[in-house]
């Protein structure tokens, strides 16, 4: 900031040229980590409280063994949190390293 002041930019353009990049660059990946953790947080919220009717998950599990006794619905919503939770995490290694190599 000081180097950009400096050098005649104002505190807006020492903002936008200089501060902002060095901090999205920081911030990047562990916000990309939080995302991937709310995703999955959320899908336990989903479980644990608020299905059919806020039963908790063994009266949830135990009823719907003793109805249905079939696991799919539970297998292909597992799977598309992997199709979500994998690539991001994937994304977030390589911005990881590549931030590192910056340095």
Do not use: W
């Amino acid at each position: 900031m000081e180097a950009a002041r400096s050098l005649g930019q104002s505190h807006g353009q020492a903002m936008i040229h200089v501060v902002v990049p060095q901090a999205f660059r920081i911030i990047l990946p562990p916000l990309t980590n939080e995302l991937i953790l709310l995703t999955k947080d959320s899908s336990l919220v989903y479980i644990l409280g608020l299905s059919l009717s806020g039963y908790e998950l063994t009266k949830f599990g135990r009823e719907g063994m003793n109805s249905a006794s079939n696991l799919t619905p539970i297998i292909v919503i597992a799977l598309c949190y992997l199709l979500i939770t994998v690539p991001l995490s994937i994304v977030v290694r390589r911005m990881e390293s590549r931030s590192e190599r910056a340095r």
